[in-house]
């Protein structure tokens, strides 16, 4: 059974960094696409960043935050700069299965998430 774990997660000031770590259960690791999304109160999951053979970011995000694997370590990361209090969510990692990659639909595996706040 494929297990996701999140960590890196906490509260910071605006303007500061997060690196997030996902560690994957996964044989193979290396050749899976892998993703991240965000969930805030009241709202609907929202894409972040997919890896692939290349990066891809949701609009919000191109520029501050950077998606990355080490393959040997089983690990996806996300790191995220220039934090605003609008990037207060639960960040989740998830496998991708197929489809459209912003689409939570497209991923079959996720973690239990780790919640991110940002305060001004």
């Known amino acids: 059974q494929v297990q996701l774990a999140e960590s890196g997660g906490g509260s910071v000031q605006a303007g500061e960094s997060l690196r997030l770590s996902c560690v994957a259960s996964?044989?193979?690791?290396?050749?899976?696409?892998m993703g991240w999304f965000r969930q805030a109160p009241g709202k609907e999951r929202e894409f972040v960043a997919a890896?692939?053979?290349?990066?891809y970011y949701g609009a919000s995000f191109e520029g501050r935050f950077t998606i990355s694997r080490d393959n040997a370590k089983n690990t996806l990361y996300l790191q995220m700069n220039s934090l605003k209090p609008e990037d207060t969510a639960v960040y989740y990692c998830?496998?991708?299965?197929?489809?459209?990659?912003?689409?939570?639909?497209?991923?079959?595996?996720w973690g239990q998430g780790t919640q991110v706040t940002v305060s001004s």
């Open positions: 996964l044989r193979a690791f290396a050749n899976y696409a």
């Open positions: 998830a496998q991708y299965s197929g489809g459209t990659y912003t689409s939570p639909g497209a991923y079959n595996h």
């Open positions: 890896i692939f053979a290349t990066e």
